[in-house]
């Protein structure tokens, strides 16, 4: 008989990275023309908030239906091109070593690596592929004539995270019981619930109390790292790493290109 397929989710915001990566993009939405200055000190002041004591469900909630309301009408194409030209000046400084190192072990190990986060896939994406996971599990908006409506197609927060891992364990004949789930906040008990190995990382206070009652190991990750400085070019993450900056590199030269054309012909 042979082994079962195993996989190892891991939510993304003060479980990979150590801030909230919606939010860290403001300051490039800003720039690409999407906020305004009064979008950006909000969203910098719940980065703030965020880090200093997580969120919990109602503040979350308040958030989505925020960030929601902002996006209407934004260019999806516009958010991606902002985010692949931003990508690791943002995110690569505020990788959590520890997380990576442990990414690192469970390929070696065989087994698939899954983000799971309820910022949007327009943002999760480029972060997975920086990090050489397999897969992604992220909000997913409406868009309609290239431009976001306001509407949630699915918000993979609570309860969805689970419904969206057993629906992925099944497509790919993973074995949810002998997987692996990390996350730091109450609101991912679900996820931690549909597998047989949850940790809790760097959890809240009420999850810090769950993990005791119910045995689950605490893990503490409070290295960020330049994740480009961290790995070696050999290794899987970091033929990613490498990959995702050249695509950004290249991403950028050719919005300069458009930028220049445009000038030259108003």
Do not use: C
């Amino acid at each position: 008989m042979s082994p079962s397929r195993t996989a190892a989710f891991f939510d993304l915001d003060k479980t990979i990275i150590a801030k909230s990566s919606t939010l860290a993009f403001g300051k490039p939405f800003y720039d690409g023309g999407l906020l305004n200055r009064r979008a950006v000190l909000r969203s910098a002041y719940a980065n703030f908030m965020f880090s200093l004591s997580g969120a919990d469900h109602d503040q979350l909630e308040k958030m989505r239906a925020y960030l929601t309301q902002m996006v209407t009408g934004w260019e999806v194409e516009v958010v991606r091109q902002s985010v692949a030209e931003t990508l690791h000046t943002i995110i690569d400084p505020i990788v959590f070593e520890e997380a990576v190192t442990l990414i690192e072990q469970h390929q070696a190990a065989g087994r698939d690596v899954i983000i799971v986060s309820a910022s949007g896939i327009e943002v999760v994406e480029p972060i997975g592929a920086m990090l050489g996971v397999d897969h992604v599990i992220a909000t997913t908006l409406v868009a309609e004539e290239g431009r976001y409506t306001g509407e949630v197609d699915f918000y993979a927060y609570g309860p969805n995270k689970a419904v969206a891992m057993r629906r992925l364990a099944q497509d790919r004949g993973y074995d949810l019981s002998e997987s692996f789930a990390y996350s730091d906040s109450e609101t991912d008990v679900p996820m931690l619930e549909a597998v047989g190995h949850p940790f809790a990382v760097n959890p809240d206070k009420s999850l810090r109390k769950l993990a005791g009652e119910n045995g689950w190991p605490i893990l503490v990750f409070a290295r960020p790292v330049a994740l480009r400085r961290r790995l070696g070019l050999d290794t899987k993450v970091g033929k990613a790493a490498a990959a995702a900056v050249v695509a950004g590199a290249v991403s950028a030269v050719a919005a300069s290109v458009v930028s220049r054309r445009k000038r030259g012909n108003d």
